[in-house]
């Protein structure tokens, strides 16, 4: 009894799944992700079994098509089931039982399955295709949410709304560039899950985003700096003049505790993102 979105990003190999639901916590059933295999979200009167089993059928060869083919095949509760799956080549299916409860639909296309039920008709998957072919030029995470939003708001799963998600991989994606695993993101029970969703998707991204542009501190900014670290006690006292490397020690420090470290820039650069985070949250000066 949910609507969801399944993608890939064509220009990096991306994938991921962001979806809504009247039912608490749909992140725990409905999005599976492996980066270089592919991405499925398994729905309506859910089969679990069909995420770990999908990818693992992607990842032995077999397409999406006959992925899907092989779900219909063996699952006897096939009739009750809805699901989209997109594998790492760009190939896409989407599924939908007889016996879903009204309205229940989807599309597939390159790189892309959106399907639902229980929505408040056709409208939905519509919108969130329109909302989809808009944004390639997104980072996947914000596609997908884009598309998930539209959705939302042209009525969504007509029960109402309660939980969200959004799961994302991508090679080296991952806290450190150490994993595949980007964006695991969920509202589990809340009055606007999918705005509550684009609320942590920014914080996410300020937290974990690598920088990407960096200059210098100005001398302003770095005795502003100073002074605060100072007064948050990284330093019992730090030298006036050009960067140091007890400012350096006493700034990583800072940062680690603000969990900025992805936006660590060592030798007196700066990550504006992260500068401009500091001095909102500490009192900007210079």
């Known amino acids: 009894m949910t609507f969801s979105i399944v993608g890939r990003d064509a220009r990096t190999g991306d994938l991921g799944v962001a979806v809504a639901s009247k039912f608490l916590a749909v992140g725990a059933l409905v999005p599976f992700v492996q980066a270089g295999v592919g991405a499925v979200a398994t729905q309506s009167y859910v089969n679990p079994t069909f995420g770990p089993e999908g990818l693992r059928l992607l990842s032995g060869g077999l397409d999406a098509q006959a992925v899907s083919a092989h779900f219909q095949g063996t699952d006897p509760g096939i009739a009750q089931r809805q699901f989209g799956l997109v594998a790492a080549s760009g190939g896409s299916a989407t599924f939908t039982g007889p016996g879903c409860h009204a309205w229940a639909g989807g599309y597939a296309g390159p790189d892309v399955?959106?399907?639902?039920?229980?929505?408040?008709g056709p409208g939905v998957v519509t919108a969130m295709r329109a909302a989809w072919e808009a944004g390639p030029d997104l980072?996947?995470?914000?596609?997908?949410?884009?598309?998930l939003m539209a959705g939302d708001a042209a009525g969504g799963?007509?029960?109402?709304?309660?939980s969200a998600a959004l799961l994302c991989a991508g090679p080296g994606r991952g806290y450190g560039g150490l994993s595949d695993d980007w964006v695991n993101l969920r509202a589990d029970d809340h009055d606007a899950?999918?705005?509550e969703l684009a609320r942590l998707l920014d914080l996410h991204d300020l937290l974990f985003t690598r920088p990407e542009t960096t200059r210098p501190l100005t001398p302003e900014q770095l005795d502003w700096l100073r002074a605060l670290l100072v007064r948050q006690g990284y330093a019992a006292a730090l030298p006036a003049g050009p960067w140091d490397a007890d400012t350096e020690a006493a700034a990583w420090a800072l940062y680690g505790t603000e969990n900025l470290e992805e936006r660590w820039v060592p030798g007196g650069q700066v990550d504006p993102v992260a500068l401009a985070y500091l001095q909102k949250r500490h009192g900007s000066q210079g």
């Not at 399955?113 to 408040?120: D, S, T, V, Y």
């Open 113 to 120: 399955a959106i399907q639902g039920n229980i929505l408040a």
């Open 139 to 147: 980072p996947l995470p914000r596609r997908l949410l884009a598309a």
């Open 157 to 162: 799963d007509r029960r109402g709304r309660q």
């Open 193 to 195: 899950p999918c705005t």
